[in-house]
């Protein structure tokens, strides 16, 4: 009896660090891909602008983009990286993403660049 | 005061800003403009803060009689038990921190010639730009019966305070087995999913201490926000005790009778209640109308790009007092419409290029404690109007299991954290 739940348990294990896996190499997968697209204009939005879209976001991720709850920090996150994930919520791809998804699709992919660069500086709102 | 002509106020805030050469916050010099503030809610306090941030010299003053605003966002998981009332009051003193002169009174008329605002001590202030996000008033009598007194036996409990806590000791004291009417409004009222979230919440409060309670929805309407993700959850949760009866089912109250407790029907049927909850037809906090930026409907159309009033020129106005559609009347709405507004004020003032207006919105409806369900959108300006980003948005997916429902109640939850702080708190 013992040792059947134990077996299930280092199966279950097995089975949730298998499919971590295989979600962190299809998001540097899509990452690559979005590269290999070409970078997006960051640059062509002012910074009032992109204060704007910032604004957005905070509302949940908490004042700056340093969250005070489950919901992820995003201040201070590799520009690409949150990049790419951001894109990636756009483009549906992320599995398990309950209201990302509806609103990534709101912005297009330069006001994202332009968000990504908001959120890596270490700067108040 | 009032005399401060533009040129001086550009020159003192954009010799301020070049010299400093600070891109995104303006550091504007001495002797700048004031920005008055009508409403300390999550329009104008979110104006205040974010007026204070992106210039500091600016002098910016907000107006709230209430010394502790305590929100609607979350006032139904106090009925339902499952917030204290202190939990969802906020202070100040964070927006004092931040540089913000509060002034506790009530505005009680705008002079828009001499650019004043005169206040309910007598106090008469001076604006370069006045924001006005005064929420919404009831239009007592519109529905034949129901007025202020009648607020009293029968309470709406639409804007959050005492009349949500007399509603919270009505339901403690209903009789087992009775019956909880609410009569609800048509489009537009303030915070769309809010009776229907209600509802639930009543249901998770009534299930546990009154548990053959009958909850009857009238409706002046067919469809409401969140419909279907509200029906499927409210039978899962709470089988039949929820009825709801939309416009065709004969679900339109056209009088109401307090101290009976009863409503009467368009097509003449007579509803007897327990506990009677009237969400009366709204419209924009009185001080938009002595400002005279209301229009017919009791709305305030604004200008898409900056939430300047579409009537009166150096007037700005947030929140549910506008005509926003098809932005809802919602809290994090009020929010993001004031971060564009403060925005597009530093800016003018300063003659630098206005940013782009985006808009957001994100709102939980909490139906049983790890049960949450969502509808967001993303807006812009276009054409003049206002408009949804075309493919953004939507609500919750039908299908979602058990997981997806509770995430979102704790993102729920997370939001009105994080939103409070970036308004209240710091």
New interface residues.
């Given amino acids: 009896m013992r040792a059947e739940k134990a077996g299930l348990r280092i199966f279950k294990r097995f089975l949730m660090a298998f499919s971590q896996l295989f979600v962190r190499s299809f998001i540097a997968l899509v990452g690559m891909g979005l590269f290999l697209a070409g970078p997006a204009r960051a640059a062509d939005?002012?910074?009032?602008?992109a204060?704007?879209?910032a604004?957005?976001c905070?509302?949940?991720?908490?004042?700056s983009g340093r969250?005070?709850?489950?919901?992820p920090t995003i201040r201070g996150v590799n520009e690409e990286q949150l990049r790419v994930r951001l894109m990636a919520f756009r483009e549906g791809r992320d599995a398990?993403v309950?209201?990302m998804t509806?609103?990534m699709?709101?912005?297009d992919a330069d006001?994202i660049a332009a968000l990504a660069k908001w959120f890596a500086k270490d700067r108040?709102? | 005061m009032t005399g401060l002509s533009r040129r001086r106020i550009l020159g003192s805030l954009a010799a301020g800003s070049v010299a400093l050469a600070a891109?995104?916050?303006v550091r504007a010099g001495a002797g700048s403009a004031r920005v008055v503030i009508v409403g300390g809610g999550f329009g104008g306090a979110t104006a205040a803060r974010?007026l204070k941030?992106r210039a500091p010299q600016l002098r910016v003053t907000l107006i709230e009689p209430a010394r502790r605003f305590y929100t609607c966002p979350f006032s139904n998981l106090y009925l339902a038990g499952l917030r204290s009332w202190e939990s969802i009051g906020h202070g100040y003193d964070g927006l004092r921190g931040a540089g913000v002169e509060l002034v506790h009174a009530q505005a009680e008329d705008v002079d828009t010639r001499l650019r004043t605002v005169r206040l309910s001590t007598g106090q008469t202030l001076g604006w370069d730009r006045l924001v006005l996000s005064p929420g919404v008033d009831m239009r007592w009598n519109a529905l034949e019966g129901y007025d202020e007194a009648a607020s009293l036996l029968a309470p709406h409990a639409w804007k959050a305070g005492p009349q949500t806590q007399l509603l919270r000791r009505q339901m403690e004291a209903m009789e087992q087995g009775g019956t909880f009417v609410m009569v609800i409004p048509e489009n537009p009222f303030r915070c769309p999913p809010g009776p229907y979230e209600r509802a639930a919440m009543l249901a998770h409060y009534f299930s546990r201490h009154n548990p053959r309670a009958k909850i009857l929805l009238l409706d002046a309407k067919d469809n409401f926000s969140k419909k279907g993700l509200f029906q499927q959850g409210w039978k899962a949760l709470y089988g039949d005790m929820i009825e709801w009866v939309g416009l065709t089912d004969d679900g339109q109250v056209t009088r109401v009778d307090a101290k009976a407790l009863e409503v009467q029907t368009a097509f003449g049927q007579v509803h007897k209640a327990s506990v009677l909850n009237v969400i009366p037809p709204q419209k924009a906090g009185f001080i938009a109308e002595r400002a005279g930026v209301v229009d017919a409907s009791g709305w305030v159309p604004v200008k898409a790009e900056s939430f300047e009033t579409q009537r009166v020129a150096g007037i700005y106005a947030l929140g549910d007092a506008t005509i926003a559609a098809p932005m809802p009347k919602s809290a994090?709405v009020a929010?993001?419409q004031a971060?564009?507004a403060a925005?597009a004020i530093v800016?003018e003032l300063t003659g630098?290029?206005?940013?782009?207006?985006?808009?957001?919105n994100?709102c939980y409806s909490l139906l049983a404690p790890g049960y949450g369900i969502?509808v967001?959108?993303?807006?812009r300006a276009e054409q003049g109007g206002i408009a949804?980003?075309p493919?953004?948005?939507?609500v919750?997916p039908a299908n979602a299991d058990a997981a997806?429902r509770a995430?979102?109640a704790?993102?729920g939850?997370?939001?009105y954290?994080?939103?409070c702080?970036?308004i209240w708190?710091?």
Avoid: M
Avoid at chain 2, 352 to 360: D, E, I, K, M, N
């Fill in positions: 939005l002012s910074d009032d602008s204060s704007i879209l604004g957005n905070v509302n949940c991720h908490g004042p969250s005070l709850s489950a919901i398990g309950t209201v509806r609103l699709k709101g912005y006001q108040a709102p | 891109p995104s916050i974010y941030l994090f929010n993001t971060k564009l925005a800016a630098r290029v206005p940013p782009v207006a985006s808009y957001a994100t969502s967001a959108g993303v807006y949804e980003v493919g953004s948005g939507g919750s997806f995430a979102e704790a993102y939850e997370s939001w954290a994080a939103i702080a970036d708190g710091r």
